[in-house]
C-alpha cells in the first residue's frame, strides 16, 4: 500500500483567548480523504464559549479532559443543555446545531471524529457558524436579514456586526449561561469510562464499546466507537474489523507500539504511538498493540454502528477452531510443532468474561435507583461505577476488594461522592443486616455462650456434654435400623415435653405422630388425649 500511515498530530486552525480548535488535515494523514474520515480537537479555556454552529458532517464527540457544558439542538428540536465531564461520549448526528462552554478550570478538550461523506471537503469538518464575523448572516444584506429575522434594518444590523470575534469567545466571569438538566443526558450522552465493560481481561485491559443499544444515536451517525485500555506492556493482539470498516484511532493517554499489516501479508505500518497521535487502519488491514510499561489508552471511531472484530490470535481466534491435520498442513510443520502451537494463548485472560446480561442489569440498576429518593449518592453515576466493576449485588459489593474500589474513584471526576456513595451502601447494609463478624468473633462467642438441648437419652447428653449444640446442625451417622430416626423422635418429645411444641422436618416419611405422642406420655405425667399431634403436610 503505498498510502502513507504515519501518525499524526493535530494543528491548530484559529484560537483566541476563549480557546482554540485543531484538526487533522488530509494532506498530512491522506487516509482521511481517502476513507472519508475527519478529525478535529476544541480546547476552551475558563470561561471559553464554542459559538453556536452547524456541521456538514455526523460524528462522534468525545470529552478528553474537563468538564462543561454544551448545547444541543436536534433537527425541529427543543435546545438540550448537557453537562459533560472526561470520558464522555455523545452521538451528533448530520444537521445539528451545538455549542460549547467551559466555566472552570481546568482545560475542556473535546475530540471530534466522524464521516465525512456530506462534507464539504472530503476529509475535513466544515462548520457554517450562526453568529460571529464569519456568521452565514455576515454574507446578507441588512434587508434579508431584517426580513428573514422579522426585526427593523437597525437592530439587524446589531445583531450581525456586534459579536467581531471567529469560532471562539471569552465570556465575562459573571456571564450566566443555562444550567444542564440530568435527565438530558438520557439517550445523548454515555461516559465510556463509567460504563459496563464489554470486555475485561485480568492483567490485560478493558474494553466499552459504543454502539446502537447503549446509545441509539449513533445509528443516526453511522459510526460506533469503543474507549480501550489497555495496561503496562500488555497486548491488543492482531485483529481485524470483519465487516470491511475502517478504524481511526486516537490516542489518549500512554504510549506503546503499533503494526499494522494489509491483506498481502506485508507490514504497511510499525511506529510508536504517543498522546495526540491518530492513526487510520484501512479496510481488511490486520492491527496489534503493545503498550509501554506505564499503559496505553485509546478512543476509536469505526465507520459501521456496530462494529464486528475478528481476533487472529488468543482463545476466540480461528486457529482454535481449524481442525490439526489442518494446521499442520496449513504451516507445513511436524505434528508436535503443531500441538505446542495449538495449546499455547490459551490462558483465561485471553478468553473475554462473561458479559452482564441486560434484562438482569437492569433489576439491578432499578434495585439502585429506588433508593435514589432516600440516598441521593446512589444517583446514576454511582449505579453506573458499580455496574462497571461487575458490582450488581450486595454480596458482589462485600466480596470485592474495598480498598481497591475506593483506589479506583480516583479515575473519576467525581471521586469523593462516589467514595461517600461506597460509605452509604455500608451504612444500609449494616442497618439491614446483623452486624458482619470473623470467625474469630464467633468462636469466642461459642465459647462464652455454650448452649445445649438435651435429647432426653441421658447417655447421649453425657457423651455430647450436654446434648445438642443450638445453633449447629448435628448430623448422624450410622446403618439403617441403628436408631437414628427414635434418637431424632426422641429429642424431639424432650423438646415437645419442655417447651409444649415442636416442629419436625423430615425428608424420608419416617416421623410418626404417634410415636412422639406416646414417647412424652411415657416420659411424662400427661395422658394420652392431652397429646396432640398432626402431620402438616
Known sequence: ???????????????????????????????????????????????????????????????????????????????????????????????????????????????????????????????????????????????????????????AKTLVSSQTAKGIVKLDAGFQMPEPKQANRDGMVLNCEEAPLDVDIKGGGRVVVLNTKNLPLVGEVGTGADLVRLNGSAMCSPGFSCDSALQVTYIVRGSGRVQVVGPDGKRILETHLKPGNLFIVPRFCVVSKIADPDGMDWFSIITTPNPKFTNLAGKVSPWKSLSPQVLQASFKVAPEVEKHFSSKRTAEENNPPEKLGTEKLEKVMAALRCLECDYPLIDSDFRNFCASHNIISVEDFLLHDLYVLVISTE?????????????????????????????????????????????????????????????????????????????????????????????????????SPKRVAQIVTQTSDLSAYEVKTFLAF
Open 411 to 511: 479515575q473519576h471526576h467525581n471521586s469523593e461522592r462516589l467514595k461517600e456513595g461506597i460509605t452509604q451502601v455500608l451504612t444500609i447494609i449494616n442497618k439491614q443486616h446483623q452486624p458482619w463478624v470473623d470467625g474469630q468473633e464467633l468462636l469466642d462467642d461459642a465459647l462464652q455462650n455454650k448452649r445445649f438441648l438435651p435429647t432426653g437419652c441421658r447417655s447421649i447428653d453425657t457423651f455430647l456434654h450436654g446434648g445438642l449444640r443450638e445453633g449447629y446442625l448435628t448430623e448422624l451417622v450410622g446403618t439403617s435400623s441403628s436408631g437414628k430416626t427414635q434418637i431424632c423422635l426422641q429429642a424431639a418429645s424432650a423438646v415437645a415435653k419442655s417447651w409444649g411444641k415442636i416442629v419436625f422436618v423430615d425428608s424420608g416419611n419416617s416421623f
Open 1 to 155: 500500500m503505498d498510502i502513507d500511515l504515519t501518525p499524526k498530530l493535530a494543528k491548530q486552525v484559529y484560537g483566541g483567548d476563549g480557546g482554540s480548535y485543531h484538526a487533522w488535515c488530509p494532506n498530512d494523514l491522506p487516509m482521511l480523504k481517502e476513507g472519508n474520515i475527519g478529525a478535529g480537537k476544541l480546547a476552551l479555556t475558563k470561561n471559553g464559549f464554542a459559538l453556536p454552529r452547524y456541521s456538514d458532517s455526523a460524528k462522534v464527540a468525545y470529552v478528553l479532559q474537563g468538564s462543561g457544558v454544551a448545547g444541543i439542538v436536534l433537527p425541529e428540536k427543543d435546545e438540550k443543555v448537557v453537562a459533560i465531564k472526561k470520558g464522555d461520549s455523545i452521538a451528533l448526528p448530520f444537521g445539528v446545531v451545538t455549542w460549547w462552554y467551559n466555566k472552570e478550570d481546568p482545560e475542556l478538550v473535546v475530540l471530534f471524529l466522524g464521516d465525512t461523506k456530506t462534507a464539504h471537503k472530503a476529509g475535513s469538518f466544515t462548520d457554517m457558524y450562526l453568529t460571529g464575523s464569519n456568521g452565514i448572516f455576515t454574507g446578507f444584506s441588512t434587508e434579508f436579514v431584517s426580513r428573514a429575522w422579522d426585526v427593523e434594518e437597525s437592530v
